[in-house]
């Protein structure tokens, strides 16, 4: 479901209609409600109420994953030994990944019932397992090195 709950952004990047029209087109191609739901909430204008671990799990990961991926790419090794503290030190820079909503990050560890430096630990380690995927794996050294 992460992979999917943003397919729509391009397409309609602003509120009421990203996740909305989205879920929509979910809906035609069968995906299931509970799936729909835990969409619509991660958008608190949505008004949907985010009462499933699904629901939940997806809006505490949402905007701390776009925050991990800013840490990551700012550092030489990039996800490779980044560390919760690091990611608390970064939330305290307003000006440092701006668009991503700290409150959010906050809100989101405390509706899945975690501390938040657990949640950032636990997310980390997610995103290392893939670094490779995600783009966050150190660059590969030159062979002229």
């Known amino acids: 479901m992460a992979l999917i709950h943003d397919f729509d952004y391009e397409m309609y990047p602003n509120a009421p209609d990203h996740p909305v ?3 929509e087109i979910l809906k035609e191609r069968g ?4 799936v729909r739901h835990a969409i619509l909430g991660h958008a608190d204008y949505t ?3 985010r009462d499933t671990l699904m629901a939940k799990a997806l809006f505490a990961c949402d905007e701390l994953a776009g925050f991990i991926t800013a840490c990551s790419l700012v550092r030489p090794d990039r996800i490779t030994t980044l560390e919760a503290k690091s990611v608390r030190k970064r939330m305290k820079d307003k000006a440092f990944a701006r668009s991503v909503s700290r409150d959010d990050i906050i809100k989101g560890a405390e509706e899945l019932g975690l501390p938040l430096d657990e ?3 636990f997310s980390i380690e997610a995103m290392r397992a893939v670094a490779d995927t995600l783009g966050l ?3 590969a050294r030159s062979a002229v090195e």
């Open 21 to 23: 029209k989205g879920s």
């Open 31 to 34: 995906y299931s409600e509970d």
């Open 47 to 49: 008004g949907v109420p």
């Open 119 to 121: 949640h950032i630990a």
């Open 137 to 139: 794996a150190p660059a």
